[in-house]
């Protein structure tokens, strides 16, 4: 087992990761920028060391500077976290090559899983249902030929996107080329990698994705669904687990899919195969996320497992000490995301000094967050302020749980989404389960 890992993140994750491995008596470092000094996660480190100023890509993307600070303090390992750095393949090459742990999958796998179309075709040869869709356009003739043969609507997507960008709805001929344009140019601007394919948009639908976890003795196991379905511009605002159109049948076949997809790679590590569930039962590949989710808090409650201490131990080598067999899904989990946002004002992000901080207990409640009174949310970084995760023997007893603690959440100086949330929670759509990844534009959210 690591002595000391490198957590190359801040905000809540950072101070998530630190409590885990002081849980299990390793030492930690922080990293910050200068814009963080006085953030959480570096007060609770054992160590900390800045690396550069405020802005993300002089600090933490700054791989030289990380590398430095872990082999400066003796971390054995770094836990990327997530965003950031924790899908670069080339980051993850750097800590092998400097004989540090990277805790996730090597460098291999996540090239060769964040490269959506690779990625696609490996799960198509593997037996997974995969989306209907085009390989990678090379010309603007060329997508509107393979429009022609995928049909309205569809969607343009960036091979390395994520966290909804590089994603454009086409409807119709006419919208296809700007919207080919724009998705490249802004893949290109947030990844370097403008490269696009085609994918048939297919409504209504639910976002499922199924947790699973691998060590590198060949086991695979699949920790249960999320239903992530409720989403503003491809951005997940609340997850839940289990989903309601997930019968035991339907998760029985995702769960072997979802295997299957594992074992075709030789995955390891922490991971997460995202799906497309229609009406019908139906489901289809959409692509794996080779980190921590943010929402991995929602499994956590049902199965009762601490993903991040099992990703480090995963990482250290330790072989998976239970069977597939072993996994229960008990009650209902909720997830609601708090950002720092105005959704009165175009979801404007929001930054200040936190004047009045309560943050809602109990049983079966838990609040992910960095924030503590007094505290300044800086302009630079992403708008999300915590997590609130509640668990309850029913999805009913869950969403009432759910609307209590965030009636009891206080966070005074800066605007928020938990109102937001609110009015999700008692949507008819949200209580009775049919809700699609429509749902916040149908609630005219969209804007």
């Known amino acids: 087992m690591f002595s000391k890992i490198l957590i190359a993140n801040r905000g809540e994750?950072?101070?998530?990761?630190?409590?885990?491995?002081?849980?299990?008596?390793?030492?930690?470092?922080?990293?910050?920028?200068?814009a963080d000094r006085d953030a959480l996660h570096v007060s609770l480190a054992d160590e900390s060391v800045c690396i550069?100023?405020?802005?993300?890509?002089d600090s933490y993307l700054n791989m030289p500077a990380i590398i430095s600070a872990a082999v400066k303090t003796g971390a054995q390992a770094i836990h990327p976290g997530y965003g950031l750095l924790s899908e670069n393949a080339r980051f993850a090459k750097l800590c092998e090559?400097?004989?540090?742990?990277?805790?996730?999958?090597?460098?291999?796998?996540?090239?060769?899983?964040?490269?959506k179309d690779e990625a696609k075709r490996t799960m198509r040869a593997a037996g997974v249902p995969v989306v209907p869709g085009s390989g990678l356009i090379e010309s603007e003739d060329s997508a509107a030929a393979a429009a022609d043969q995928i049909g309205f609507p569809l969607l343009v997507k960036a091979r390395a996107g994520g966290g909804g960008r590089g994603i454009r709805l086409v409807n119709s001929k006419e919208e296809l080329i700007p919207a080919f344009r724009a998705s490249s140019q802004e893949a290109d601007s947030a990844f370097g990698d403008g490269a696009c394919y085609l994918e048939k948009?297919?409504?209504?639908?639910?976002?499922?994705?199924?947790?699973?976890?691998?060590?590198?003795?060949?086991?695979?196991?699949?920790?249960?669904?999320?239903?992530?379905?409720?989403?503003?511009?491809?951005?997940?605002?609340?997850?839940?687990?289990?989903?309601?159109?997930?019968t035991p049948q339907l998760r029985e076949k995702m769960m072997e899919a979802s295997q299957k997809a594992a074992k075709a790679v030789h995955y390891r590590s922490l991971g997460t195969i995202e799906y497309l569930v229609d009406n019908s039962g139906n489901f289809y590949f959409m692509e794996m996320n080779t980190r921590l989710q943010v929402?991995?808090?929602?499994?956590?409650?049902?199965?009762?497992?601490?993903?991040?201490?099992?990703?480090?131990?995963?990482?250290?080598?330790?072989?998976?000490?239970f069977a597939q067999d072993n996994i229960h899904l008990l009650g209902h989990a909720i997830e609601c995301r708090i950002n720092a946002e105005d959704p009165d004002n175009n979801f404007t992000p929001s930054c200040g000094k936190i004047n009045l901080l309560h943050i809602p207990g109990g049983p079966?409640?838990?609040?992910?967050t960095a924030l503590y009174q007094d505290y300044s949310v800086p302009p630079f970084y992403d708008s999300l302020l915590g997590?609130?995760?509640?668990?309850?023997?029913?999805?009913?007893?869950?969403?009432?749980?759910?609307?209590?603690?965030?009636?009891?959440?206080?966070?005074?100086?800066?605007?928020?989404?938990?109102?937001?949330?609110?009015?999700i929670l008692s949507d008819p759509a949200f209580l009775d389960g049919s809700y699609h990844t429509d749902f916040m534009e149908k609630r005219g959210a969209s804007c």
């Open 13 to 34: 994750i950072a101070v998530r990761i630190i409590r885990a491995c002081k849980e299990m008596g390793i030492a930690t470092v922080a990293v910050f920028s200068e």
């Open 97 to 115: 090559e400097c004989h540090i742990s990277f805790i996730g999958p090597n460098a291999e796998l996540i090239s060769k899983l964040g490269d």
């Open 201 to 246: 948009y297919l409504e209504p639908v639910k976002h499922i994705e199924m947790q699973i976890l691998c060590d590198d003795y060949d086991n695979v196991l699949c920790l249960g669904e999320r239903d992530c379905s409720v989403q503003r511009k491809h951005q997940k605002l609340l997850e839940e687990s289990p989903a309601t159109c997930v």
């Open 52 to 57: 550069g100023p405020a802005k993300v890509q």
């Open 387 to 423: 997590k609130l995760i509640v668990h309850a023997p029913t999805r009913e007893e869950a969403i009432r749980k759910m609307q209590a603690a965030l009636a009891e959440l206080v966070i005074e100086g800066v605007s928020h989404t938990a109102e937001l949330q609110m009015d």
């Open 364 to 368: 079966w409640v838990r609040f992910d």
């Open 295 to 321: 929402e991995h808090p929602v499994t956590e409650m049902v199965t009762g497992m601490d993903l991040v201490k099992w990703q480090i131990r995963v990482a250290a080598g330790t072989e998976l000490p």
